[in-house]
């Protein structure tokens, strides 16, 4: 149902108005809008909170079709889940009543998930932003944040901060931060290669004042919260690369049929024929390994391994496939007149993004080593 209700919107309001938002750079305000209204928001999310308690195979399912809408409405549903999930795991009661809601619901208009910084990306230990203690009994966060998605659009924000500079990555702690606290701003818009609807801003944050209840988890625990929030996150980024991938597959494929050369249409020639069916191959395994991660998520099961295999071989494949669509287009393929040439462009970032696919093999080799280890014990 999650799924029908996803495809039904994407095909009907996002994939027509994708071409036109990737030109003039909309922002999808009134589509987050409606996908909260439609429980998109928080997929995965209880429902006393105001999600959707589908899980989080369906979670994955309708960010599958929303990026085959439009990939770049999907970035910021993504984001705004993440967040939404995070705090409903890990926020008090109280922090959990007054966000979560309206996150879900697309009052706050999207989340912001606030981790990278100019000189710490890979690595967000290395951040710098600060959070000390203010007189008041709350904190003042100073530093920068780079590559923000919905950074200067998101009712919410998680800020992640550094609130005792001697303990390592024990030192960082997540915080909740208003969309327009004081002190916050935008210092810069990213002009970007696709995701074009997404806006993608680097912040700063000077002397931003928040409450002592504005601490997500303990203090010093921002680390690990991250690497909660991402693990599943990077089952969102996957689903996002399907997304994609699907809808350029389809587009080749359609074109290949109709497209005729040497008096045939161009599907019969087997040179064609075999880049879709590679093409075809590919995005059935991306489809069932971001599943299985999906899936063993909901099980309440072990699934770091997994979704980082789902998400560097999804986003590999899918820059592929995009290739090929592009590939079986001929010239038409290069130009804005059809969808391929969107796709290759906003699938490309998914390979970066939530960790890289050189973090992720350093995370799948990892994990490989541990239970080789655990299985010598
Ligand atoms: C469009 C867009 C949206 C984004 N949205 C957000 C967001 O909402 N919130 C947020 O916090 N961040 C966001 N990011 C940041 C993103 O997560 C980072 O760009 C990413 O983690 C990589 O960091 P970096 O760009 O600093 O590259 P670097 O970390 O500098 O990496 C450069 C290269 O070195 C490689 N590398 C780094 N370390 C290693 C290593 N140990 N071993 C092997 N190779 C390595 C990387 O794989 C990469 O190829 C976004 C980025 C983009 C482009």
């Not at 710490?120 to 008041?136: F, L, N, Q, V, Y």
């Not at 915080?175 to 680097?202: C, D, I």
């Not at 919260?225 to 693990?231: K, N, R, V």
Request: glycine share 12%; charged share 20%; net charge neutral.
């Amino acid at each position: 149902m999650v799924r029908r209700t996803a495809r039904d919107y994407a095909t009907r309001v996002l994939a027509p108005r994708a071409a036109a938002r990737d030109v003039d750079n909309t922002f999808p305000a009134e589509e987050l809008r409606e996908l909260g209204g439609l429980g998109l928001l928080g997929v995965a999310v209880p429902e006393k909170l105001g999600g959707s308690e589908a899980g989080a195979v369906a979670y994955s399912l309708a960010m599958q079709e929303i990026a085959a809408g439009d990939a770049s409405v999907a970035v910021a549903v993504s984001v705004t889940n993440m967040v939404a999930e995070l705090i409903a795991r890990v926020g008090s009661e109280a922090q959990q009543r007054a966000h979560v809601p309206r996150l879900v619901s697309g009052e706050y208009v999207c989340g912001a998930f606030a981790l990278s910084e100019p000189q710490a990306g890979s690595d967000p230990g290395a951040m710098t932003t600060t959070a000390k203690r203010s007189g008041g009994g709350g904190w003042v966060l100073r530093g920068t944040k780079q590559w923000i998605t919905s950074g200067d659009r998101a009712g919410l924000l998680g800020v992640w901060a550094v609130t005792n500079p001697e303990a390592g990555q024990r030192s960082i702690s997540a915080f909740l931060v208003p969309g327009n606290a004081p002190g916050l701003g935008v210092s810069r818009a990213e002009h970007k290669m696709g995701l074009h609807g997404s806006t993608t801003v680097q912040l700063v944050l000077d002397d931003v004042e928040v409450g002592e209840d504005a601490l997500l988890g303990g203090e010093g625990e921002g680390f690990k919260l991250a690497m909660i929030a991402l693990s599943g996150g990077r089952i969102g980024i996957a689903s996002q690369a399907v997304g994609i991938a699907r809808g350029a597959l389809e587009a080749a494929t359609r074109y290949a049929l109709e497209r005729t050369q040497f008096g045939k249409p161009i599907v019969e020639h087997q040179a064609i024929g075999n880049m879709l069916a590679d093409a075809a191959t590919w995005l059935d395994a991306a489809t069932l390994l971001t599943l299985r991660a999906a899936w063993l998520k909901e099980q309440g099961r072990s699934y770091t391994q997994a979704g980082s295999m789902a998400k560097l071989f999804a986003t590999e494949h899918a820059c592929k496939i995009c290739d090929i669509a592009i590939q079986v287009h001929g010239g038409y393929g290069y130009t804005r007149d059809f969808p391929v040439e969107r796709a290759y462009r906003d699938v490309r970032v998914t390979r970066i993004y939530e960790g890289t696919s050189e973090i992720q093999r350093i995370v799948i080799a990892r994990e490989l080593i541990k239970a080789h280890a655990a299985r010598a014990a």
